[in-house]
């Protein structure tokens, strides 16, 4: 268990940061499971809406260093290769 006065101070830090992470992970996933909802039901409209609802959730999770940047990127691209399936 920290000691010092800036361990414990660093573990509250991490403890804070820990919880938004969790939070703006679980976001991520859960507009996620809609597009991936969307695409199950064959409704391009509505997949290509979910798409672009999750598009900037999944980016900013990227840029606050929840996801990697290539991850965000890879998940984005082959979600919107799906739902562009769809009409074909």
Do not use: C, F, W
Not at 9 to 22: D, H, L, S
Not at 69 to 84: F, G, H, P
């Amino acid at each position: 268990m920290a000691n010092t006065p800036s361990a414990k101070k660093a573990a509250r830090k991490i403890a804070r940061q820990t919880a938004t992470n969790r939070a703006r992970r679980s976001r991520v996933r859960t507009y996620l499971r809609q597009v991936e909802e969307a695409i199950a039901s064959g409704d391009q409209a509505s997949a290509s809406e979910a798409l672009k609802a999750a598009q900037p959730e999944i980016m900013r999770a990227a840029s606050k260093g929840v996801l990697h940047a290539n991850t965000a990127s890879r998940k984005v691209s082959r979600l919107s290769a799906r739902v562009k399936a769809i009409s074909a």
